[in-house]
């Protein structure tokens, strides 16, 4: 049983499209949804999430169609994270506990005190006064601790420090590495996404570039550097993004078709999707 099944879903807005989007995550495994601001990765979680309704498509979320009445309940098992928590700014963290195990039959207090502890979060300081950082490290403790088996982050990462983000990128690989658990997180930070993704969907503007494993993208392309005069000369079907300056050249290029006479190294994750999306508005 795979975490998330899509298929063919799209959404309308009046100057916005997403989709016809196929996207696909199994179990036990990490997918990053990357993409611009405004690309439509936070429509997809809604969508996910069924807080918005979807045009067309379906959407499984562990086996359960999530038009299906029974997702209702479902939704237990599912820890979601948004870049803007909702959290009163009077509250504190014990206090949010409190509210929180009303709210989910799975709560579990033990589990959630002993994450405020690991990110040395304080209990009784109110929501207003904590740091971004720790306002994120808040909701991911809340998420833990009802007995999710899918996490849906949405720019968990973002505006954090490089050691808070590598803290919490930790925390997302050690939670995916249970084969009943899986993780959506959704970043613009392409780099993080690089060092604990399994799998990569890239949306533009909309539109669903790809939904592949990390290693085969990594594998497939190449980071082709030349002349100009030799990048003219190379079939245009290998090439899939260039840049071209007065001394010198490089594409982003399927790798086993590459000229062997050619410089041509390996890319990083974010080599290709900016690439990949210079050869979408070309």
């Not at 036990?28 to 993409?35: A, D, E, H, Q």
């Not at 579990?108 to 929501?127: H, T």
């Not at 740091?131 to 601790?145: D, V």
């Not at 594409?251 to 990083?268: I, Q, S, Y």
Request: aromatic share 6%; charged share 25%; glycine share 8%.
């Amino acid at each position: 049983m795979n975490a998330i099944d899509i298929r063919g879903l799209t959404k309308q807005y009046k100057d916005f499209t997403l989709g016809p989007m196929d996207l696909t995550l199994p179990m036990g495994c990490v997918l990053g949804l990357v993409g611009e601001n405004g690309a439509g990765k936070s429509t997809t979680i809604r969508l996910i999430m069924n807080a918005v309704s979807r045009d067309g498509g379906e959407v499984t979320v562990m086996g359960l169609d999530n038009l299906a009445p029974e997702f209702r309940e479902m939704k237990e098992d599912i820890g979601v994270v948004l870049d803007e928590t909702c959290v009163p700014e009077f509250i504190t963290a014990r206090q949010l506990g409190k509210i929180l195990s009303g709210a989910y039959r799975n709560w579990d207090e033990a589990a959630y005190n002993s994450w405020l502890n690991r990110f040395q979060l304080p209990p009784n300081k109110k929501y207003k006064e904590y740091s971004r950082g720790m306002t994120m490290k808040l909701g991911i403790a809340a998420a833990l601790s009802h007995g999710a088996k899918l996490l849906l982050l949405d720019e968990a990462t973002s505006g954090l420090d490089p050691m808070v983000r590598e803290e919490l990128l930790e925390v997302f690989a050690d939670f995916a590495a249970q084969d009943d658990h899986a993780v959506l997180i959704s970043s613009h930070i392409v780099s993080d996404l690089e060092k604990i993704c399994d799998y990569i969907a890239f949306i533009h503007k909309g539109k669903l570039m790809l939904c592949e494993e990390k290693d085969m993208l990594l594998e497939r392309y190449g980071l082709l550097k030349c002349s100009p005069q030799e990048l003219a000369a190379i079939d245009p079907a290998i090439i899939h993004g260039k840049r071209i300056g007065e001394y010198g050249a490089e594409a982003l290029v399927d790798r086993e078709r590459a000229p062997r006479n050619l410089l041509v190294e390996k890319p990083t994750l974010e080599d290709i999707i900016l690439y990949l999306a210079k050869e979408e508005v070309r």
